[in-house]
Antibody
Framework: QLQVQESGPRLVRPSETLSLTCGVSGGSISSRSYYWGWIRQPPGKGLEWIGSISYGASAYYNPSLQSRVTISLDTSKKQFSLRLSSVTAADTAVYYC??????????????WGQGTLVTVSS | DIVMTQSPDSLGVSLGERATINCKSSQTVLSSSNNKNYLAWYQHKPGQPPRLLIYWASMRESGVPDRFSGSGSGTDFTLTISSLQAEDVALYFCHQYYSIPATFGQGTRLDIK
């Protein structure tokens, strides 16, 4: 069964870059049938889709974050990564990595990571 | 962005009774090209990752008990649990993937009455 798991620093300083990695096991990251995405949930708030990428395809990003976000895929390491630049306290959230089905654009999320709380603070 | 609004925010249902959760989108999520509703439902329990229950508004994910069903089209959708079990206590939320950015409902907390 496919599993995805987030890893990375739990504390990031304001104005710096948040970097998270998602390891994929139990399935192929090179399949063109799926997108690999990031979703976050700030404390006490709802879920926010950050962006998704698929093997051999362009990434899609939330326009509200697009200027600060990069998602990349490393098939040799079976992982994908999130970079969010110029962070502020508003970027404090539980960050989930996930697998999404695709019909051209990212679809339903059929596997989620456990989530990791990243705090932006000096 | 498409705004997803769920109702109610919380719900208490007796064991064995029916639970109904609603999700309304601010714009249609029905595609005219394939006649599919780009709407999914998830269950989220504390300490666990969210679990996909329903996609395409009414397709049950593999392994999901058949007491869970999804219905609706266009802008109005419903998740129904036909006979509530103790293990169904959780947060439930909807998700539209019709347009970028994907958006989520605020969630409905389901408890035992």
């Amino acid at each position: 069964q496919l599993q995805v798991q987030e890893s990375g620093p739990r504390l990031v300083r304001p104005s710096e870059t948040l970097s998270l990695t998602c390891g994929v096991s139990g399935g192929s990251i090179s399949s063109r049938s799926y997108y690999w995405g990031w979703i976050r949930q700030p404390p006490g708030k709802g879920l926010e889709w950050i962006g998704s990428i698929s093997y051999g395809a362009s990434a899609y990003y939330n326009p509200s974050l697009q200027s600060r976000v990069t998602i990349s895929l490393d098939t040799s390491k079976k992982q994908f990564s999130l970079r969010l630049s110029s962070v502020t306290a508003a970027d404090t959230a539980v960050y989930y990595c996930a697998r999404q089905a695709t019909t051209v654009t990212p679809g339903e999320i059929d596997s989620w990571g456990q989530g990791t709380l990243v705090t932006v603070s000096s | 962005d498409i705004v997803m609004t769920q109702s109610p925010d919380s719900l208490g249902v007796s064991l064995g009774e029916r639970a109904t959760i609603n999700c309304k989108s601010s714009q249609t999520v029905l595609s005219s090209s394939n006649n599919k509703n780009y709407l999914a439902w998830y269950q989220h329990k504390p300490g666990q990752p969210p679990r996909l229950l329903i996609y395409w508004a009414s397709m049950r994910e593999s392994g999901v008990p058949d007491r869970f069903s999804g219905s609706g089209s266009g802008t109005d959708f419903t998740l129904t649990i036909s006979s509530l079990q103790a293990e169904d206590v959780a947060l439930y939320f909807c998700h539209q993937y019709y347009s970028i950015p994907a958006t989520f409902g605020q969630g409905t907390r389901l408890d035992i009455k």
